[in-house]
Structure formats: structure tokens, C-alpha cells
């Protein structure tokens, strides 16, 4: 494969994580440490940025500055500001004009790197920006680098960013059993989590099953259908054999007939990509239980935190998300283009959990989800099997903690540009 | 003043708190280091378990086990179990007869000491058993040691609980503004934060103003009267300067006469002394501001993580909690009764921040509230001034983990009695 000298740029999209800065520092550390790369540029607010030249030159503030690196990688939320903009489909009428505008910007500052930290929806970016250098013969290497809390990717085992809220949602699961237990009088509790479509992070409450032996009573994840009736039957069947039920709930699951529990009480609207945007799940069967069983209830939204809950991040999601980013800059030095990196988990039965980094073809990953398969999910549909568990367990392992000043983390910080 | 023998009784009453069960190793350290006490009895759900004989020998689980004594000062909730019963009044039928019942309990274990951690309304617990018991001339020496993570109790500087509680507020506030931070679109945030009718803990919201520079741009607390057309106003304001507004809101917040912003949306009740159970306050101002101001908004209810956050207690809320135990078993030897524990706070000027224990009269201090001052909230009632911070401030300091295993924290647990 021919050498490929010029800049890079690198940009940060979708839904913040408290492990995507940690990928951005990987790239960083990486494009810093090839040969073939000049500059490395970061766009601010991802291809909306771009669009707009709003490009900072990041080689200058990090160089021989480890600290800052370091300080970056423990810092939740895209540092470099996000955005939600889908690039146009050949078939709009602002497509030519809009990559048009991309090229020259990349002629300008003479980028032949591209590499997009994001989810499902930033796939689709890098699928479409592919499409056009190559049929317009710009020659560039174009990376998407996976980043979603929601672990909905196809192709990897699992996304940066997952781990660590993962880790904060079973680590304050924890907390909530605990604090639920110190009443005697009958209480149901429920917790809800995000997960629009897939209910990995849901299934992440249950985590303690395996080290505490204390995780939520009940679990419900968007993939089954939910039936209110029977969900009334077994909090009351468990009321009987004590008196704090916690359930843990996705903020997607719907009912049959495709009604969200949260529909009543929400008033979000859509987002750009025309997802439904949900709120309320907890707080309408907190109404339903209430209504239905009689006890006390209170409801949970675990909400921000769970995506940007840098002081307690998992280390083996940090570590893992700087390792992906760097190796994204390491597989564009090697030729690899309209590709998006991928996590593959080492197996072998009986060996202690271990990962190593590839790459996919971006076709094959962009616009699909990644539910949590049927056998995952017990028979009765209100709660994940073990072997869903033992999957979930490696990824928070280890703790990652931001460094402390006054009390109070010490987070990274772009100038404004 | 004449030396006691017997043995001593503790318990936890009120909400939990992430540092009651400090408090708990405290007194069990202390108790088991006196030699005046003999057995130290741990009752299950505070008086409520009491008046069933429910008591655990705690000697025989914590005697030589350091470990285990470590393990529980870094648990949430109140291990013992806590409850909400309030000992009836003089003027109250079942008065003679739960109160000798009681006393039959203290003779039986030979109970000659009396330790109850907990809030204001324990304190009333606390207070009336010393009455009783110099009426019936049963000698005993009672103790109240306080916790609630408001801070709203008189007579001592500050609550132990309050300092974990607001270190997990202010640290999470901090990477909930780096989320909002991310895109470009104009969006308002409110944070709804716990605290009925003190606003101690949203104040703790803007600590980050004396560190990092970057907090809540607008901060109300339940003390001042809330008027939504001037909440309006100010984000209007702040909009034209940037894009993302962050708001710090109590769960008390009150309008122009006595209406809650919470109450359309909620629908928990009284609690058992009376107090109106809140929630969606920041709910309800989420869709005020969505109709008058028609930008994104999104309402974020910290809950119960607030009060069980130990992934990222305090260091100086554990050591003073578990300091204060101690110091009251101390004080109890040296023939002090009927008095609660305080934290009183070394002032001198330029000196860093230290503390003694000390004790005062529980009359004092039951059934009042110690609320923000007036002066320690600006003029137009939008936010705390810096010197409200430079008091909560030393008080978030240091972090105290819990042991990790499998990437859970590892917490301690009675067995069932």
C-alpha cells in the first residue's frame, strides 16, 4: 500500500459519552506519532463545524503535553463540541454543493485523514463522505471510530462509551438496593435507563447478580414486548416475600399495540434523525403501580449522569477507547478507508477477558442496531440471563477516576475558537 | 460525675444518607473502645425495631475485625435499617404504655446508654425518651448524633451526610454542564435538586464557580419566593450570550402564594410527619420554559443517587461522620445525656478549614430548621454568592472510595435477624 502524506481531522458526533474524549485522545496521540501525518486537526461540532472552517489545530496543544492527554482521556462529554447533522443523500439537492464545499475545505488544509468518532448515525456520515472523495478521486482515508453508550453497534463486540455507563448505572444500582432496604414497609422502586431501541444498558443493572448477589428484582428491556398485567403479578408475587421490589426499566419499552409507557407523561418530540424522544417511562408506572397495587412507589430516571459520569468510568472502557482511536490512526497509515474500527473479544474459554482492535466495512455496520439477542432474556421476559451477564461483566471492570482539586474533578477544556 | 456500667444501644432513623452507616462505626468503634460499656446492641429499624426487641450484638461481628468496621463506614443507606415512627407525645394514649415497654427492654439487656443517629425528627426521639426516662428515674444517657444530608439542623455547623451528598451534586453538576456543552442549538437544563425546605444542597450545585469556573448560570433555592415570569426573563437573557443554560432548582421552590411548581406532577402524598413528598419540580419548570422560551429543554431529577452516591463520598463528611460517633460515646462516659453531637468549624481567618466535636442541649434543636440566610443568596434570587460557597466549600473535600471487586463496590450487609 502506497504512503499517503498530508494532514488529518478529526470530529466528534452524536450523544455525548464520558468515553469519546478518551478516543479523541487516542487519535490525537496516534496522528501524532505517524510518520505520514503533518497536522491534526479537530473540528468543532463535528461536519457542522467543518462545514463552517471552524477547525483548530490540536498538534500545538498537546505536543509534549502528556498531562493534557491525560486529562482529556478522563474527561466526559465530546470536548470538542457534537452535532446531529446528517450529511445529504445523493439524491437532495444540496449534495454536490455541500461535499464540494468539504473538498476544498480539505484542499485547503491539505487532509488526507479523516477519522469521525460516533455512533450509528455518524456511520452514515463516513459511509456517505467515502462515497464522494472516492467518485470525485480525492484521495483520502475516511475512519468512522465507534463511540455509543447504547452498545447498539453491529460488528463490534461492544462500543467505547458502553462500559463506562454501564459501570456508573450497575455501580448506583448498588447504591439505590441498598438504600431501598432500610424500611420495612412494602415499596416498589423503579429505575429507568436509557436505551432507545437496545436494552444493553438496562441489562447492565443486574450486574450484582454475579458479585453482590444483589441486583433488581425485575428487568425489562424494549426487545420483549411488556405487558402491564403481568407486570403488576409478579410485583405483587414478590411483595409477598419481601417488602422492596426494585425494577429496573428501559426508557423504550413498549407495550403491545406499540404504546410507550412514557407516551402520557413525554412531550419531547422527535429528533433530527426522526427517533422518538422519550421521558417518563419510570414516572407512568410509578403511576400504574401506584394505581394497581397500593403501595408507596417512588421512580428513578437515572438520565445525564449515565453518559457523562466521568468519576467513576470503567478502566478497561477508557483504556479500550484510547486504544481504538489510536489504532483508527494506525489502520488509515496501512491504507484502510471507509472503514469503522471494531472491538473483538478473545474467547477462548477459560482465559481472562482481552480484546483486540479491527476494522469493518462501514456498509456493513451503518444504519443497523445491535438488540440484545433472545437468549439473553429469560423465558417470563422480566429479566437477563446470566450468560448475558458474564458478557457485560469485563467491560467495567476497573476504575477510572478524573484527578481532584478542591473537592471537585478536574476536567479538560478547549479555549473557545 | 459518677461512672455508668452497662450496655449500650444504636440505631438509624430518617432518610438514609451516604454517611449514617460512618456514624454507626463510629459509635460501634467507640463503644467497643469504652470501658464502661459492655455489649453495644445494634437495634433493626431504629425504635420501631426496638419496641419488637429487635436487636443485634454487635461486638461479636466488628471485635477485631477492622476490616469489616472500614467496609461499613463506606456503605450507603443505614445497615441497621432505619424508619420514619415518631414516639408519641405525653398527651397521647399509647404514651405510658410504649414508653414502659421500652424501659422493660433497657432493663432486660441492662441498657444503660442510648445512641440514635439521625435527622430532625429523630432528635424528637431523642428528646422525648429523656424525658421519660428522668421522669420514671431510670438512668440512662442519651445521646442524639445528627445526619441528614439537607443540613438543615440548628445548633451544629454543618450535618454530617450533607458533605457527600453535596460532593456528588457538585461533581456531577460539573460533567452534566460539559454534556450540555456539546451542541451548538439553544437548550435550557434544569437540575432538580432534593432538599424540602433548606436549600443547602442546591447551592452545593454552584461549588464549581470557586474551581473550575464553570456552574449552574442560574441557582433557586426553596428560601426565596419563586416567580416564573422573572425565571423567564433571566433565561431570555442568558440565551442571547449562549447557547446552553444550565438551572440548579431545588425540589421546594415555592410561587407566589404557597403554590409548588412540582405539585400538578406529582402525586407521592405526605410523608408520617406531615411533610408534602415532592417531585417533578424540575418536570414542571422543563415544560413552563418549553412553551414561553420554545427552545430545547430537558428536566434532569438527581433523586435518590443524591443521598446513596458513596462511589464518591466526601472524605471529610466520612471522617467527621465516623469522628462524631465516637466523639458521642466519649461524651456519654463523661456523663453528657439528652444532648445532640455537633460539628462546631475552627474560624480563624487564613487558617485552613479543622473541626471539633462538641454537644448542646436537645431542646435546642428539635423540630427547627436551620435555612440558608438571607445574605448568602444574591439580590435578584437567582443564584448563591461566593461566600454560601466558601462555606460548603472544605466540606466536599478529599474522596473516599469503596473497595472494588469485579468492578462493583463491595458493601457491607448484616444478615438477616
Known amino acids: ?7 488529518a481531522v478529526v470530529g466528534q458526533s452524536g450523544g455525548p459519552t464520558t468515553a469519546i474524549n478518551a478516543t479523541l485522545a487516542g487519535v490525537i496521540y ?18 457542522e463545524g467543518l ?8 498538534n500545538s496543544i498537546f505536543e509534549g503535553c502528556e498531562d493534557k492527554l491525560e486529562s482529556l482521556k478522563r474527561t466526559p462529554a465530546a470536548a470538542l463540541g457534537s452535532c446531529r447533522k446528517k450529511l445529504p443523500s445523493p439524491d437532495k439537492s444540496d449534495y454536490e454543493k455541500t461535499f ?10 491539505d487532509i488526507r485523514y479523516f477519522f469521525y468518532i460516533g455512533g450509528n448515525d455518524s456511520m452514515d456520515t463516513v459511509a456517505k463522505l467515502s462515497e464522494y472523495t472516492k467518485s470525485c478521486g480525492y484521495e483520502m482515508r475516511i475512519i468512522g471510530v465507534p463511540k455509543t453508550i447504547d452498545n447498539d453497534l453491529k460488528g463490534t463486540d461492544h462500543t467505547p462509551g458502553f462500559g463506562s455507563a454501564a459501570k456508573f448505572i450497575s455501580v448506583v444500582m448498588q447504591e439505590i438496593i441498598k438504600d431501598t432496604q432500610v424500611y420495612t414497609i412494602p415499596a416498589v422502586t423503579v429505575v429507568e435507563i436509557m436505551g432507545r431501541d437496545a436494552g444493553w444498558l438496562t441489562a447492565s443493572a443486574a450486574l450484582g ?18 405487558d402491564i398485567d403481568e407486570f403488576i403479578d409478579d410485583i405483587k408475587e414478590i411483595l409477598k416475600t419481601k417488602p422492596n421490589v426494585v425494577v429496573a426499566v428501559s426508557e423504550g ?8 409507557i412514557g ?20 414516572k407512568g408506572l410509578e403511576m400504574i403501580v401506584k394505581e394497581r397495587v397500593g403501595c408507596k412507589v417512588r421512580s428513578v430516571e437515572l438520565n445525564l449522569p449515565q453518559r457523562c459520569g466521568a468519576h467513576i468510568a470503567s478502566e478497561c472502557d477508557i483504556s479500550e477507547s484510547f486504544g481504538v482511536g489510536r489504532a483508527a490512526v494506525m489502520a488509515a497509515e496501512q491504507g484502510v478507508s471507509r472503514e469503522m474500527m471494531v472491538i473483538i473479544r478473545n474467547n ?14 462501514i456498509e456493513l455496520i451503518a444504519n443497523k442496531t445491535k438488540f440484545v439477542p433472545a437468549h439473553y432474556i429469560n423465558e417470563r421476559g422480566n429479566n437477563v440471563t446470566d450468560e448475558c451477564l458474564e458478557y457485560i461483566l469485563p467491560l467495567i471492570s476497573g476504575e477510572c477516576y478524573p484527578a481532584y482539586k478542591n473537592g471537585l474533578p478536574q476536567f479538560f477544556t478547549f479555549d473557545k475558537n
Do not use: W
Not at 31 to 39: E, L, P, T, V
Not at 209 to 225: I, K, M, N, Q
Open 209 to 226: 447478580r454475579l458479585v453482590s448477589g444483589e441486583a433488581p428484582d425485575l428487568v425489562y428491556l424494549p426487545e420483549r414486548e411488556f
Open 51 to 58: 462545514l463552517e472552517e471552524r477547525l483548530i489545530e490540536l
Open 253 to 260: 419499552i413498549v407495550c403491545k399495540g406499540g404504546q410507550y
Open 263 to 282: 407516551d402520557s407523561t413525554q412531550g419531547r418530540g422527535v429528533d433530527a434523525f426522526g427517533h422518538k424522544a422519550l421521558s417518563g417511562t419510570a
Open 1 to 7: 500500500m502506497a504512503l499517503l502524506y498530508g494532514n
Open 100 to 109: 464540494d464545499k468539504l473538498i476544498k475545505i480539505f484542499e485547503k488544509y
Open 30 to 47: 496516534g496522528a501524532m506519532n505517524c510518520d505520514c501525518i503533518g497536522k491534526i486537526y479537530g473540528m468543532r461540532n463535528g461536519v
Open 348 to 361: 477462548d474459554a477459560g482465559e481472562p477477558y482481552s480484546s483486540v482492535f479491527g476494522h469493518m466495512d
